[in-house]
């Protein structure tokens, strides 16, 4: 209701209205209208018959008219009785009407009062659907907090799989350097060994060259043998050479050929002695033998040198393969250290993991009780900062301080809970007390109408009662599992949410029904208005007519308090449409037509005609309807599948040839 209207007001309102008793007046309105729509007409009858007589008596000559006079007078005379008996009757009857609504009160604050009731529902209804916007938002974020812990684990199973990863990498990394070692290892050895043993083989060809460049010199130490010595000093030049044998086998060649030519001149001069001959034999059997040892030494270079590039093609070989091993590894190393970078934070968050783990159980197992023995004994290594079981110890201290804290301000918040019930009780109480006020107003102001509005509105407040209670003991509940863990609580939410979603269903079911009473009840009251309209117009024309008579006499009406709140014109230029609109001939001759041709149409068709109105009518038959064809077109195709797969599904007999 309106604040500002008191309750005896509403009262007086009331009983007022209770006692106007407005469905018999209206019925005693409408006789009254027939008794002046019979007067009107009997008064037209009498008029025409008086100007009838008036014509008769101007058309008698003048030495008949006194003889005329009196029974024209008489006539006048009766004429004039039964007007002031008619104007005497009108007046009755509207000063009785007047007397009756006179002192009636202006009902225009209580409809205030009932629309600022409506508001305030309409708000109750935003909040409503605030609140159950803000548990959709709450299950949106209970669902991103369920991918965020699947993100998580995720997580953890791909660093797994990068510690194995690395693991298996490293070993493998391992593995491939020790064989490269090893085979590196192996072929120098070899090589240092078959340098060792040219390094052998080149010493004892030295010492022997050595032995014979002393017997030679001792030969050759007289005077006619310094040509000898010249080639001797170019042997000495070839033993030099041989110890680059590596180097200069092509100088040796060149020298021995340069020893051949000499050794052929000195083969042809004559003066030489037997001695010389033999030296001579001697020093070739020695170049032969040089010969041979030099190509033998230049065949096992040659090997060595060809064993050495197969050993250095296969080495190249597999330090290719390798290479190609260890850039598909350096790939998949890359790739796993930039999956690590993306996923830097894991060893933190396992940590902050495991502190969070740790600190939700007991700490009593921690040994936090010789802590400070623990300190004081520790070394120097301890004393630059504190373990992990110190500081969760002292986390978990100050969680229970601010547990106890939370505790204390529950406990205030309860108090101020149960006072803020308390002024939510006595505000309920008093919005009860205007709801009861309320309907009996509406009551008395529908009481010639049907009484569905008062059920209504009876139903309403009751719904309003229970939503309320239910939304207390909805948060009764919420405050008992404040305690209890995030599931619980999130699982009571979505509980009480669908409860009151039902409700909040059921209390739109009962406010389409009163809609629809209202609708009706509007419907109702604009005919009532209509015919109270066309009754005022037959009154007003008489009125209009009334002082062109000469004894007519004319009574002031003065305005109520209703009438001096309402736009009477406004009120006119509405219903003066509404009223013109029903007398018009074509819309009669359209209705009464369209009656005729559904009375003319055959019965199947009539009762086709008549199904079709009401579906396209009633909006629960035309989704009734909808609902039907969509089944049944669903069943027509799951019919159709069937028999298609038992087709194809049935076995099928061979074609005889």
Same mark, same amino acid.
């Given at each position: ?176 350097? $020790?064989? *490269?070692?090893?085979? &590196?290892?192996? =072929?120098?050895?070899?090589?240092? #060994?078959? !340098?060792? +043993?040219?390094?052998? %083989? ?85 170049? $032969?033998? *040089?010969?041979?040892? &030099?190509?033998? =030494?230049?065949?096992?270079?040659? #090997?060595? !040198?060809? +064993?050495?590039?197969? %050993? ?108 803020? %019930? ?236």
């Amino acid at each position: 209701m309106a604040i500002g209207i008191e309750d005896s007001v509403l009262a007086g309102a009331h009983e007022y209205w209770r006692g106007v008793g407005l469905g018999q007046l209206l019925q005693t309105l409408d006789e009254t209208g027939l008794s002046i729509v019979d007067n009107q007409t009997t008064s037209l009858q009498e008029r025409r018959k008086l100007a009838e007589k008036t014509k008769e008596f101007r058309a008698v000559p003048d030495e008949q008219k006194p003889a005329e006079l009196k029974p024209l007078l008489r006539a006048y005379q009766s004429e004039i009785d039964a007007l002031t008996k008619r104007m005497k009757f009108a007046e009755n009857e509207f000063l009785k009407l007047f007397k009756t609504f006179s002192e009636a009160p202006d009902p225009a604050p209580f409809l205030h009062g009932m629309v600022e009731e409506r508001r305030q529902r309409r708000a109750q209804d935003s909040v409503e659907a605030e609140c159950e916007r803000l548990g959709q938002k709450c299950a949106a974020l209970e669902s991103e907090n369920q991918q965020l812990r699947e993100q998580t684990r995720e997580h953890e199973g791909a660093e797994q799989r990068v510690k194995q990863l690395e693991t298996s990498m490293d070993a493998l990394v391992a593995q491939r350097e $020790r064989e *490269l070692r090893d085979q &590196t290892d192996a =072929l120098v050895q070899h090589l240092r #060994k078959r !340098e060792t +043993d040219l390094q052998q %083989q080149l010493s004892a060809a030295t010492r022997r060259l050595a032995q014979l460049d002393s017997e030679e010199s001792e030969r050759l130490s007289r005077p006619a043998d310094r040509d000898l010595v010249g080639r001797l000093a170019e042997l000495e030049i070839v033993q030099s050479d041989l110890d680059h044998a590596n180097a200069r086998i092509s100088d040796l060649q060149t020298q021995n050929a340069k020893l051949r030519g000499s050794l052929t001149q000195l083969t042809g001069d004559a003066v030489e002695g037997p001695s010389v001959a033999d030296a001579l034999a001697d020093y070739r059997r020695q170049i $032969r033998d *040089l010969s041979e040892e &030099t190509k033998r =030494l230049f065949d096992g270079m040659e #090997k060595t !040198e060809a +064993d050495s590039k197969l %050993q250095l093609t296969r080495h190249e070989a597999r330090m290719s393969v390798v290479e190609s091993e260890l850039l598909a590894k350096d790939d998949e190393l890359q790739r796993v250290r930039r999956d690590l970078a993306r996923c830097a934070d894991y060893d933190e968050v396992r940590r902050e993991l495991d502190v969070m783990k740790s600190v939700e159980f007991s700490v009593g197992g921690w040994g936090l009780d010789n802590d400070n023995d623990n300190a004081d004994g520790s070394g120097a290594g301890d004393a630059g900062g504190e373990s992990l079981e110190r500081l969760l110890a002292r986390r978990n201290k100050e969680l229970e301080n601010g547990l106890v804290g939370a505790k204390t301000q529950l406990g205030e918040s309860d108090a101020r809970a149960q006072q803020l %019930q308390g002024r939510v009780q006595a505000l309920e109480a008093a919005l009860e007390q205007k709801t009861t006020l309320a309907e009996q107003l509406e009551a008395d102001l529908l009481s010639v109408g049907p009484g569905g509005r008062r059920s209504n509105g009876g139903g309403e407040g009751g719904s309003g009662d229970t939503g309320r209670g239910d939304t207390e003991q909805a948060d009764a509940v919420e405050m008992q599992v404040v305690g209890g863990s995030v599931l619980e609580i999130v699982t009571g939410q979505r509980d009480r949410f669908r409860q009151r979603n039902m409700e909040l269903e059921d209390e739109l079911r009962e406010h389409s029904a009163a809609v629809a009473e209202l609708q009706r009840q509007a419907a109702q009251s604009k005919q009532d208005n209509l015919r109270l309209y066309e009754e005022i117009k037959y009154l007003r024309s008489y009125a209009a007519a009334g002082p062109s008579q000469r004894d007519a006499t004319v009574v002031p009406i003065p305005q109520s308090k209703f009438s001096r709140g309402v736009d009477m014109d406004a009120v006119d230029a509405k219903y003066k449409n509404v009223y013109e609109e029903s007398l018009n001939p074509f819309n009669a001759f359209h209705r009464r037509e369209a009656s005729r041709r559904v009375r003319s149409m055959a019965l199947f068709d009539r009762l086709v005609y008549m199904v079709s109105s009401f579906v396209a009518a009633n909006r629960r038959a035309r989704m009734g309807m909808l609902i039907y064809a969509a089944l049944l077109h669903l069943l027509v195709v799951v019919a159709v599948y069937r028999s298609v797969l038992a087709v194809d599904d049935s076995p099928r007999e061979p074609v005889s040839p």
